[in-house]
Every structure is written in C-alpha cells, then in structure tokens.
T-cell receptor, first 112, second 114 residues
Framework: NAGVTQTPKFRVLKTGQSMTLLCAQD?????MYWYRQDPGMGLRLIHYSVGEGTTAKGEVPDGYNVSRLKKQNFLLGLESAAPSQTSVYFC???????????FGSGTRLTVV | QQPVQSPQAVILREGEDAVINCSSSKALYSVHWYRQKHGEAPVFLMILLKGGEQKGHEKISASFNEKKQQSSLYLTASQLSYSGTYFC???????????????FGQGTILTVHP
C-alpha cells in the first residue's frame, strides 16, 4: 500500500505565483488534513475535510484554499504565494476521529 | 491553544530512560504522540483517550492524567532508533465533535548516543 502520497516533494515559487499541492490516499480514510510545519512551531492545521465534498478551515487558513472532489484526494491551493508561506506542508489522513494520523512525506515549498 | 512539551531536548546513552511531558490548559478528549526523524514525516506512536483507552504500539508506554490535562511518554531502554523529535497532539471536545483536529506541541528533540 502506498498510504498517503504528496506531490510535488519540492517546489520554489516566485511571490505572486500560484500552485496546487496534491495529497492522495489509498486507505479509504474519511478524514484528511493539511498542516504546515515551521521551525520551532510544531505543526499547524490549515484546512481539513471530514469526507468527500466537504472542507473546513483550521487554525491558519488565510492564503490557502482546498478541495476534496474525490474521497481519496485532498488538494491545497495557493492563489498568490507570499514569502510567509515558505514552509513544509504535510497532508495526513485518518479513518475516524481519535484514530492515528497517517502522514504523507511532505512538500518543501520555498517562496522567493 | 498549543500544548506545552517538556523538556525541549533530551540527550541519552543507549539503554537509558526518558520521559517527555505534554501539558494543556484546555480540557482534552485525547492526546496523540508522534515521532519525526529529520527530513521525514511524523509517525504515529500512540493515542490516549479520555476514560483510559489507549491505542498504539506495544513497546511504547504513556499516561494521561485527565485531572491535570497532562500526558507523559515513557521511553525505556532507549535505542539509537529512538532518536528524533517527539510531538504530542491534543484533541479537544467529546469524541468525534472536533473531527480529529489536533493541536501540536512544539516538539521534544531526543538524541540517543551509543
């Protein structure tokens, strides 16, 4: 099983450019999450989804949009990238609340 | 609010024990523990639920003090492979109502030397 797959693994953007990060899971999990990880700050929740067709805001949603058109995919979009969005982005999925997360391998994004 | 982990860093020799703590000012439903090695994704270790239920790896032990909203992760007879950053993630609200959203601590760096 592949688990949770994130693409791309690395990306450099110029300020103002847009991009989409893809998260795909093959475990039939209902719940999916996007976190960003910055040095010394742990992981912070950006957006999450409790099932196909649903999305909701997390702790730090500004500047990001998400979509979950198919159960297995959760997309994170940056419409106009800013240097403050330089971070490592992790996608995670869970079968049910209070089950453990399975994380993807991360996307390292640099905005210059 | 972000839970507070202590200590921030621990250095051990193989075979030594360590305890990592996670404290919250909010009432918790569950506490999750993850380990992350440098440049890799966090890996699930254990969940402790309000009421005493635990789910996780057999070789990992942890506790959850519901009165104090504190959890501790116990690493015994440490091995080189235990090195990494340990994160606690806290879930508030009754089961299911918070949709599994976690607030993570800042992490504890554990280094095990031969």
């Amino acid at each position: 099983n592949a688990g949770v797959t994130q693409t791309p693994k690395f990306r450099v953007l110029k300020t103002g450019q847009s991009m989409t990060l893809l998260c795909a899971q093959d475990m039939n999990h209902e719940y999916m999450y996007w976190y960003r990880q910055d040095p010394g700050m742990g992981l912070r929740l950006i957006h999450y989804s409790v099932g196909e067709g649903t999305t909701a805001k997390g702790e730090v949603p500004d500047g990001y949009n998400v979509s979950r058109l198919k159960k297995q995919n959760f997309l994170l979009g940056l419409e106009s990238a800013a240097p403050s969005q330089t971070s490592v982005y992790f996608c995670a999925s869970s079968y049910w609340p209070s089950y453990g997360y399975t994380f993807g391998s991360g996307t390292r994004l640099t905005v210059v | 609010q972000q839970p507070v982990q202590s200590p921030q860093a621990v250095i051990l020799r193989e075979g030594e024990d360590a305890v990592i703590n996670c404290s919250s000012s909010k009432a918790l439903y569950s506490v999750h523990w993850y380990r992350q090695k440098h440049g890799e994704a966090p890996v699930f270790l254990m969940i402790l639920l309000k009421g005493g239920e635990q789910k996780g790896h057999e070789k990992i032990s942890a506790s959850f003090n519901e009165k104090k909203q504190q959890s501790s992760l116990y690493l015994t007879a440490s091995q080189l492979s235990y090195s990494g950053t340990y994160f606690c993630g806290t879930e508030m609200g009754a089961g299911g109502t918070s949709y599994g959203k976690l607030t993570f601590g800042q992490g504890t760096i554990l280094t095990v030397h031969p």
